[in-house]
């Protein structure tokens, strides 16, 4: 146990640590000024604004913002769905894959676009290389960086005054992509191909099991470049169906721990860039740490529920629940990694989440239906959870006797409009998708289990896929016309909904004057409005979950103890 | 007795409305109480399909759900209804004040003798009347001619005749108002329809009330809420269904247990109340004599930081008062206090009364009869700024500096350096100097002192605690302000103030992110009350004041600035209040709830029956009767508001959360429990 809390502790230290010179980082690279890696990329940067033919200083309004990340989405969504549609009969494609189906396809390119990653395929038996690599490695980085812009042209809403624009979604997603993620993943993936991670064109390796004498067959491919990305974008989308519990991509505990940060890293430290951007490091301070108090939460319930959520049988080991679990993660960073991955909307996996004790998995399911806010995804995470202080500062900012304001901006009816949207959608589309997979007569065939357990797998599938997250609680047969269509279909709606009220929220915001601060404003900053934000993103998923969740993991915990 | 008569008409006049306001029509208004009104409606038919053995749960228990709903309907109409009555009450009395009454219609302002009889009704704004005592102005208009007292008692509830004259700053008269002497002769400003009494009558009754900003934004959450919890609720039929199937055990909940739940938790309490809290807040600001143009005048009164108050009458006492006699090297006291005294004699003005007073105090000098001393009074005038005595070949007078050095210079004296000094000097202290002379002789200065009324220091402090800025606003000279501003603690002034000034400074400051309030009444101060967010205009002010404002205040009084803030900041925290403990609520409710409803299906979520409730339907029953009787429990709250501190944003949070939030939580808990023991007890359960 003491172990487990030094890992723990030694995570959560060195990731606030490298978060805060990334935050800053990232600030000077989205407000162009010189920064670290400005020598080597600037003329890169300027190059590829020629040749889309932009121009850094033309900024867009809310509509026209939209209309570039739709569109850009769009096309991304055409692009791999046809890749996979045409792999049979493109290159790099050594094991001869066909095509999958073309629900399967439409799931697969919804969940990356969406930055959900939710695989209802398996990488090593469904996709070519190519496929791999230049559909879904590709949009690994473009869905990140989409949300990343998003969420600064959000930010700028709160820093300029009566004005129109809200930066370019080009230029936020060429810096982005330049300055942050791909030198990062460049890195991190030579860092995990020297742990023992893949990355190779050759062909699937045959070997011979020495204790059986069977003829396997061992999955490759160009994997490590992906994975790298995978963790920093808060994808999760594996290159292997096994995702990080297979050992080639996730070969050591020191790959497991830094993939582990990496999950984490860029959420972390937009939360101090936000701050930076702003100009009020306290107001980055105050939502980094609702998400450092819940993620912490969340974690020590989930490790202990591990650690003392089974039965004990006499003679045997008191190992913990050790089932679904790699032995060289065992319990503690298990348990570490399915909380990191559950609050960022990261959704890669390290062990089975359907064989956790039925609290632990409450937890994981939860920290998904509060909305991807505990750090939540790229971009995303922050700007759900800002939504999540507007509606604080809503309820809380009346009773100070003043109509709210955040950081100087009144909050009007249209902010408010925006903002129900970025909060309501994920939860009712979590909940409208349960409850129509529930309402398919073959629904109980596709679960490996009954009872209570049974529909938890049913609402984990939804919940991840209803707020982007992309993990699978294993146990659900995934695969189906009707899960592929309604989850794609799902999956894109969450995520572009609020993304959308997000842009134009950052729109109105920037047009208001700037209101001054006085000894009567409500300070967003202070312990006592960390606590109540805590309390609201709290109250708000039990309220809508907790229906839903007596009949699922508590009713498992119920039947199960007594 | 009169008022506990109109308490009584009220109140039987809301039960009523809480009956006609159960037009779908009306409802839908409410989004959130219009999902209740549904849910009682389908309850209802639930309970009729009973009749033909179409069973969805026991057919007694349905009518009770269905009937604890309708209550819960009526009772946030009757909360709407109990706060329109105030004003609907006082709207039928200024209604009677608007009578269609004859007028003479001039053809022009110069011959009052040529004229048509017309009704008020159809004149136009342009139209010249001309009205003479004992006559009711037929219509808002201006005095283009004469001067006459006018009782506005049927507007502002003060008796007190005013007058009314053309030109200047006091020529604005209101139709529904009676002249008590001579005669005016008025242009029209405002048609039959538009007038100020047109638009009082909707203020007051809310009529015209569109929904505020913040309420909308309100309702926005309410309904996003709603929405959450109408897809909760639903999905729990299929949810319940695919659970007892898999659990081999129990059944599917029912729909009027799905349509129990929502109602629990859609946020009913504030929604059956919000529009009530909005009314009487306005109703509040009507008391105080304030009329109010917009609902967004009261909510941008909450947000105001920075008050510019008068000087005069908010910040000092009205009138100055004499407090020493300076004189002069060579001139004794009681000599000064002699000649400023004959000098004042004559003079009604507050001032001059002060200086008689005070040589009396002094030097126990009477007060002489001005006949029997022969004397002649010289009054003040714009022109020579000085007042005084012609008495026994003397000429005695007093008045500004300024102006009596030239008076003296004229009389072929000289203007000591000496004077000069205590003039300075008095007006560096904040004082105001009077100098006063005989012949060519200057004897010495009065010093003149303006009183800071007792307790606006305390305030201004209090003010400043809530981040609430003060500016006094002044004639005087700057030396003069800042000796005053510094006594009173206001934060900053503006001396020497002009029109232009003014709405130089409420520019600066609004650019600069503040939000600022003001009054005024003369026509000059029509562009700083356009520009400023909170204007409040004096009822005796012209009517471009009027008009540029968007409140007024019927008593005219210039501390009802921070009257009005108070209002605003009370009516934003009382929504915010019953919000919170509308949400927090729901915790309860669920606990109350959850297990009992999954009962049959997993006996074991008892465990979460930590309320040890006696069954499934007492715990539905008792959690939406608490839901009904809560909206009437609050009705006061609503009505009076919450209660108001000046203190800081965080103090006023803590408190306001441990209040409301925090009692929003327990009190639900005890009252279902209660309510279920009850029931219990009646049998019901």
Redesign the interface.
Known sequence: MSQVIIVDGLYLVILVALSIPLGNYLVKVMTGKRAFLSPLMLPLERMIYRLMGIREEDEMSPGHYVLAVMVFSGLGLIFVFGLQMLQASLPFNPENLAAPSWDLAFNTAASFVSNTNWQAYSGESSLSYLTQALALGVWNFLSAATGIAVLFALLRGFIETKKTTIGSFWVDLIRVSLYLLIPLSLVFSLVLVAQGGVQTISPYHEIVALETGITQSIPLGPAASQIAIKQLGTNGGGFFGMNSAFPLENPTALSNFLQLLSILLIPASLCVAFGKAVGDMKQGRAIYLVMLILFVGALAAVTISETIGVPLVPGVLDSGNLEGKEIIHGVGTSALWGTATTAASNGSVNAMHDSFTPLAGLVLMFLMQIGEVVFGGVGSGLYGMIGFVILTVFMAGLMVGRTPEYLGKKVEPFDMKMVCLIVLVPPVFTLLGTALAVLMPQASDWLTNSGPHGFSEILYAFSSMGNNNGSAFGGFAANTVFTNVVGGLIMLIVRFVPLVAVVFLAGNLANKKMVAKTEGTLSTSNALFIGLLIAIVLLIGALSFLPALALGPIADYFTAVI | MENNELNKNILIDAIRQSFTKLSPRVQLKNPVMFVVFVGAIMTTALYLLSFAQINDEGAGYTLAIALILWFTVLFANFAEAIAEGRGRAQADSLRSARKDVKARKLKSSADVAVYTEVPSSSLKKGDIVYVKSGEQIPIDGDVIEGAASVDESAITGESAPVIRESGGDRSAVTGGTTLMSDWLVIQVTAEAGESFLDKMIAMVEGASRKKT??E???Q??L??LT???L??????L??????S???GAGTGISITNVIA?LVC?APTTIGALLSAIGIAGMSRLNQANVLAMSGRAI?AA??V?VLLLDKTGTITLGNRQASVFIPITGVTEKALADAAQLSSLADETAEGRSIVVLAKERFDLRGRDIKALGASFVPFTAKTRMSGIDFQGQQIRKGAAEAVKAFVLANGGDYPEECQEIVKKVANDGGTPLVVARNNQVLGVIYLKDVVKNGVKERFEDL??????TIMITGDNPMTAAAIAAEAGVDDFLAEATPEAKLALIRDYQA????VAMTGDGTNDAPALAQADVAVAMNTGTQAAKEAGNMVDLDSSPTKLIDIVRI???L??T???L??FS?AN??AK?FAI??V??FS??P??M??NIMGLTSAKSAILAAIIYNALIIIALIPLALKGVK?QEV???K???R??LI?GLGGLVAPFVAIKLLDMLLTVLGLG
């Open positions: 900003p913040n909308v934004a309100l926005i959450l309904i996003a929405i959450i919890f897809v909760v609720s639903a999905t729990l299929p949810f319940s269904y695919f659970a199937k898999q659990a739940l938790l909510e909450g947000d930081d400043r605690k809530m981040g609430i800025k600069k992110g503040h939000l605003g900041k009370q934003l925290m929504r915010g209040a919000t919170t949400v729901d915790v669920y959850i297990p409803l999954f299906i997993y074991q979520l465990g979460l108001y800081a944003a965080g006023l949070l803590q306001n959360l409301y």
